[in-house]
């Protein structure tokens, strides 16, 4: 049974860092494509970043260069972690796999998510 667990999330001040978690199992980790998602209320669904199996990162335009996605090493575990959170950065993060080719932030290709964990940014 695939199963993915988020955590990290909570209240952070604008400028600051918050680092998220995602524990994977039930499923072959090493092969699959993963990714973070956020949605705000009232908004939709919106691609934070991926990672492939053979380690190849795609970021979403709005957190490009503020966030870096990671794996841990001999790990089933990913990791987001963000800098310089904005108040705009307030949302449920969601942990999401799949095993189809590419890794692409399209809600659509992924079959496989997380509960999400809220990141609160106050200003």
């Known amino acids: 049974q695939v199963r993915l667990e988020e955590s990290g999330g909570g209240s952070v001040q604008a400028g600051g860092s918050v680092i998220l978690s995602c524990a994977a199992s039930?499923?072959?980790?090493?092969?699959?494509?993963m990714a973070w998602f956020r949605q705000a209320p009232g908004n939709e669904r919106e691609g934070v970043a991926s990672?492939?199996?053979?380690?190849?990162?795609t970021y979403g335009d709005s957190v490009k260069g503020r966030v870096t996605i990671s794996k841990g090493n001999g790990k089933n575990t990913m990791y987001l972690q963000m800098n310089n959170l904005k108040p705009e950065d307030s949302a449920v993060y969601y942990c999401?796999?799949?095993?189809?080719?590419?890794?692409?932030?399209?809600?659509?290709?992924?079959?496989?998510w997380g509960q999400g964990t809220q990141v609160t940014v106050s200003s």
């Open positions: 039930g499923f072959i980790y090493s092969s699959y494509c």
């Open positions: 999401a796999a799949h095993a189809h080719w590419g890794c692409l932030l399209r809600q659509d290709d992924y079959n496989y």
């Open positions: 990672i492939d199996h053979d380690g190849s990162i």
